[in-house]
């Protein structure tokens, strides 16, 4: 069973950084890629990011993209999110995803999930 814990969260004023982190107990064998995907409060999950293993490719939602930064470092099997320019619309729990398929955006994709880590963002 993989495990994936996400740390790094917290309160953060508009326009400030955070640093979120996915440390993963292990890469499965036919792991692929990690990503990150959010929800905040009455709202459906959804894509942030996605980096394959090697860090070769990456993908990012629209509304991150030029602010948020994915990156992984295969050698301790953790994978980071540094966000800049943080908006009130960031705010959500963040969670760290594992998945087979290279490149997907689709929750149904990402077999292993960490618990999340809360994302505060005030005005």
């Known amino acids: 069973q993989v495990q994936l814990v996400e740390s790094g969260g917290g309160l953060v004023q508009a326009g400030g950084s955070l640093r979120l982190s996915c440390a993963a107990s292990e890469r499965p064998l036919a792991s692929v890629a990690m990503g990150w995907f959010r929800q905040a409060p009455g709202k459906e999950r959804e894509f942030v990011a996605t980096i394959t293993w090697s860090g070769s490719s990456t993908i990012y939602a629209d509304s991150v993209k030029g602010r948020f930064t994915i990156s992984i470092d295969n050698t301790k099997n953790t994978m980071y999110l540094q966000m800049n320019s943080l908006k009130p619309e960031d705010a959500a729990v963040y969670y760290c995803?594992?998945?087979?398929?290279?490149?997907?955006?689709?929750?149904?994709?990402?077999?292993?999930w960490g618990q999340g880590t809360q994302v505060t963002v005030s005005s």
């Open positions: 995803a594992e998945s087979y398929y290279d490149g997907s955006i689709y929750e149904a994709e990402y077999d292993y």
